[in-house]
């Protein structure tokens, strides 16, 4: 029986082949799930019962000769994502939708009643979701660690965090419990993680993806991305969850593209590859910068060359993104009041609405979403929308510029950037200083502001006292571009920077 | 993180009353402490020659999208009053209103 752990292309190469049921493939991910959730806290929901009936249908209906393109694929979904009660196909009720409680008290029995495009795109190709993973409440954090439900631990060290906030979709992809998984990047949550974790992981163009079903934290930024085992993989992911979606205003009409082709493609003659001068510094983890110089190199030697940029707002990207993500969440999450879903706080007598509210919302958010809703809330009241909101935006159109110049002006591919300035820290490490767990993401959030595609690829390996952890180095195109990330990335993966010394 | 730039905890009051959020008073010194702390950090942004600068608020250039009026399937409404917490069918059941207006 092929292991989970196995690229996606295998598992679709031996079912196509008649090596492997989509039961089995789907049996061996519950398996590992079973053995591994108990330490590493990845998965909220596990459909024990559902996927293998799941799987069954999907063998059915291969037999029957239907082309599934991810038939039997065992995938995570991140618990911000919904999944309705008939997700298994329109009118077919598996009824196995289960909870999406965005890791928060204030949806812990919150059951959507319609699935995300991007699951169900996932599901119409013949993918079986095993389990919904766990994350930051709301998707505020970089470590997992701000879950209702516990944190999540890195499978490499387990009194590590594994990033975050879709530490729990990178955790049970590097622990084999599926084949891929999919997240949510508003600042990093995609990218991070997938370093900290050794997977690759994608966030694609603004608008790329359709966030239909996806529980907004900041919407200007959010982004539905991928994690896989490889770089082709991912492109094939986001071939088939790409594309218009009617249920989502800024979902974009651009068609998608083959990015298989451009992973495996061989790079553009006088392919150029920006590195920000900003991001090499001594701040970073020595294996940080062992695994930036390594992938400059492997550029160089297949012909390509690096050329060093400016990217003169990189010591403000964190300041002007928790200014507007702030914001944004604190506008978005007004809508749980204790009214019409979600969890409710139990009134004295003679207490009003206005009492359920702020009762209803202090006992169901956790203190980092809490902190959050007060700072955007502070930044956007009268009397400070000038100095705070106006400002960051404006240094968000800066930031814009800055990777446009580099794009357009400089002629650059793609930029190189680290993920993260250093491998996964400890659990509770960063607990009392929030700030510095916000620096976490001082090359992440960038790419959000400005909306552009990037990818992490596992690029080094750290030797720590409790454990070897991964790092990871980031890609960065223009908007819409994916073709050219995925170009570099698949570049970098063939020329073995991810490979671990033996 | 430095208590000098600590905000004052009628500040934090004010925003929590914005919020809807209840805070207890014993929450309140460690608000304005980590308050403080993220707006003194942000003040870097005072760095940036923003002057004539536009505001970004969306990536790209979005434009407005109207949508053909077309009938389509919608979620019943049984199946939205479910999610609510407490219903008087057919509405959704909310404390008193009228007289509440104290602390908004």
Same mark, same amino acid.
């Given at each position: 029986?092929?292991?989970?752990?196995?690229?996606?292309?295998?598992?679709?190469?031996?079912?196509?082949?008649?090596?492997?049921?989509?039961?089995?493939?789907?049996?061996?991910?519950?398996?590992?799930?079973?053995?591994?959730?108990?330490?590493?806290?990845?998965?909220?929901?596990?459909?024990?019962?559902?996927?293998?009936?799941?799987?069954?249908?999907?063998?059915?209906?291969?037999?029957?000769?239907?082309?599934?393109?991810?038939?039997?694929?065992?995938?995570?979904?991140?618990?911000?994502?919904?999944?309705?009660?008939?997700?298994?196909?329109?009118?077919?009720?598996?009824?196995?939708?289960?909870?999406?409680?965005?890791?928060?008290?204030?949806?812990?029995?919150?059951?959507?009643?319609?699935?995300?495009?991007?699951?169900?795109?996932?599901?119409?190709?013949?993918?079986?979701?095993?389990?919904?993973?766990?994350?930051?409440?709301?998707?505020?954090?970089?470590?997992?660690?701000?879950?209702?439900?516990?944190?999540?631990?890195?499978?490499?060290?387990?009194?590590?965090?594994?990033?975050?906030?879709?530490?729990?979709?990178?955790?049970?992809?590097?622990?084999?419990?599926?084949?891929?998984?999919?997240?949510?990047?508003?600042?990093?949550?995609?990218?991070?993680?997938?370093?900290?974790?050794?997977?690759?992981?994608?966030?694609?163009?603004?608008?790329?993806?359709?966030?239909?079903?996806?529980?907004?934290?900041?919407?200007?930024?959010?982004?539905?991305?991928?994690?896989?085992?490889?770089?082709?993989?991912?492109?094939?992911?986001?071939?088939?969850?790409?594309?218009?979606?009617?249920?989502?205003?800024?979902?974009?009409?651009?068609?998608?593209?083959?990015?298989?082709?451009?992973?495996?493609?061989?790079?553009?003659?006088?392919?150029?590859?920006?590195?920000?001068?900003?991001?090499?510094?001594?701040?970073?983890?020595?294996?940080?910068?062992?695994?930036?110089?390594?992938?400059?190199?492997?550029?160089?030697?297949?012909?390509?060359?690096?050329?060093?940029?400016?990217?003169?707002?990189?010591?403000?990207?964190?300041?002007?993104?928790?200014?507007?993500?702030?914001?944004?969440?604190?506008?978005?999450?007004?809508?749980?009041?204790?009214?019409?879903?979600?969890?409710?706080?139990?009134?004295?007598?003679?207490?009003?609405?206005?009492?359920?509210?702020?009762?209803?919302?202090?006992?169901?958010?956790?203190?980092?979403?809490?902190?959050?809703?007060?700072?955007?809330?502070?930044?956007?009241?009268?009397?400070?929308?000038?100095?705070?909101?106006?400002?960051?935006?404006?240094?968000?159109?800066?930031?814009?510029?800055?990777?446009?110049?580099?794009?357009?002006?400089?002629?650059?591919?793609?930029?190189?950037?680290?993920?993260?300035?250093?491998?996964?820290?400890?659990?509770?490490?960063?607990?009392?200083?929030?700030?510095?767990?916000?620096?976490?993401?001082?090359?992440?959030?960038?790419?959000?502001?400005?909306?552009?595609?990037?990818?992490?690829?596992?690029?080094?390996?750290?030797?720590?006292?409790?454990?070897?952890?991964?790092?990871?180095?980031?890609?960065?195109?223009?908007?819409?571009?994916?073709?050219?990330?995925?170009?570099?990335?698949?570049?970098?993966?063939?020329?073995?920077?991810?490979?671990?010394?033996? | 993180?430095?208590?000098?730039?600590?905000?004052?905890?009628?500040?934090?009051?004010?925003?929590?009353?914005?919020? $809807? =959020?209840?805070?207890?008073?014993?929450?309140?010194?460690?608000?304005?402490?980590? +308050?403080? !702390? %993220?707006?003194?950090?942000?003040?870097?942004?005072?760095?940036?020659?923003?002057?004539?600068?536009?505001?970004?608020?969306?990536?790209?250039?979005?434009?407005? $999208? =109207?949508?053909?009026?077309?009938?389509?399937?919608?979620?019943?409404?049984?199946? +939205?009053? !479910? %999610?609510?917490?407490?219903?008087?069918?057919?509405?959704?059941?909310?404390?008193?209103?009228?007289?509440?207006?104290?602390?908004?």
């Amino acid at each position: 029986m092929t292991p989970p752990t196995d690229s996606l292309a295998a598992i679709r190469r031996a079912i196509l082949q008649g090596d492997l049921t989509a039961e089995q493939s789907t049996l061996a991910a519950l398996h590992t799930s079973a053995a591994q959730n108990g330490t590493l806290n990845a998965l909220i929901t596990t459909f024990t019962q559902q996927a293998p009936e799941q799987a069954r249908r999907i063998d059915s209906r291969l037999r029957a000769g239907e082309h599934l393109p991810l038939a039997g694929v065992p995938i995570v979904i991140k618990d911000n994502i919904c999944l309705g009660p008939d997700f298994a196909r329109p009118g077919d009720a598996l009824g196995y939708g289960g909870p999406t409680t965005c890791a928060s008290r204030i949806l812990a029995e919150y059951h959507s009643p319609f699935t995300a495009t991007a699951a169900q795109r996932l599901i119409d190709a013949g993918a079986i979701i095993i389990g919904k993973s766990n994350l930051d409440e709301f998707a505020m954090g970089s470590s997992t660690e701000h879950s209702a439900f516990g944190p999540t631990r890195n499978p490499h060290a387990s009194n590590r965090v594994p990033g975050g906030s879709s530490g729990g979709s990178a955790a049970a992809l590097a622990a084999g419990m599926c084949a891929a998984a999919l997240g949510s990047d508003t600042g990093g949550s995609v990218r991070q993680p997938a370093a900290l974790c050794g997977v690759v992981g994608v966030k694609p163009t603004y608008g790329r993806v359709s966030r239909w079903g996806l529980v907004a934290y900041a919407s200007s930024l959010d982004q539905i991305g991928i994690f896989a085992h490889s770089v082709p993989d991912a492109a094939s992911l986001l071939e088939i969850i790409a594309g218009h979606d009617p249920l989502d205003a800024t979902s974009s009409q651009r068609p998608g593209e083959n990015w298989s082709a451009a992973a495996a493609a061989p790079p553009p003659a006088g392919l150029l590859v920006g590195v920000p001068r900003q991001a090499r510094t001594n701040l970073n983890h020595p294996a940080v910068s062992a695994a930036m110089r390594r992938c400059e190199d492997a550029i160089s030697a297949a012909g390509g060359r690096i050329v060093e940029i400016d990217l003169t707002t990189t010591d403000l990207a964190v300041a002007a993104y928790y200014i507007v993500a702030a914001a944004e969440a604190s506008s978005n999450l007004a809508r749980f009041d204790g009214v019409r879903y979600g969890r409710r706080a139990a009134l004295n007598d003679g207490e009003g609405l206005e009492e359920l509210y702020r009762r209803s919302r202090a006992e169901g958010f956790g203190p980092e979403v809490k902190r959050r809703i007060m700072l955007g809330t502070h930044v956007l009241s009268s009397g400070y929308y000038d100095a705070y909101y106006l400002k960051a935006l404006k240094v968000r159109r800066l930031i814009e510029q800055d990777f446009a110049r580099a794009f357009a002006h400089a002629g650059c591919h793609a930029l190189l950037m680290p993920t993260s300035p250093a491998p996964a820290f400890a659990i509770g490490e960063k607990a009392s200083d929030p700030l510095a767990l916000y620096l976490e993401d001082i090359y992440t959030v960038g790419v959000n502001l400005a909306g552009l595609p990037a990818i992490s690829i596992p690029a080094g390996w750290a030797a720590l006292p409790d454990g070897v952890l991964p790092v990871g180095v980031q890609v960065i195109a223009p908007a819409f571009n994916e073709s050219s990330m995925f170009n570099v990335a698949g570049l970098l993966e063939r020329s073995g920077v991810s490979r671990r010394a033996g | 993180m430095p208590p000098e730039h600590s905000i004052s905890a009628d500040a934090v009051r004010r925003t929590a009353t914005l919020a $809807r =959020l209840t805070i207890p008073e014993s929450d309140l010194p460690d608000y304005q402490r980590r +308050l403080g !702390a %993220m707006l003194h950090y942000v003040n870097r942004l005072s760095s940036a020659q923003i002057e004539g600068v536009e505001p970004l608020t969306h990536p790209g250039n979005p434009t407005d $999208r =109207l949508a053909d009026d077309l009938p389509g399937p919608t979620l019943s409404t049984e199946t +939205l009053m !479910a %999610m609510a917490p407490e219903t008087i069918a057919p509405f959704v059941k909310v404390p008193k209103v009228i007289g509440d207006g104290s602390s908004a």
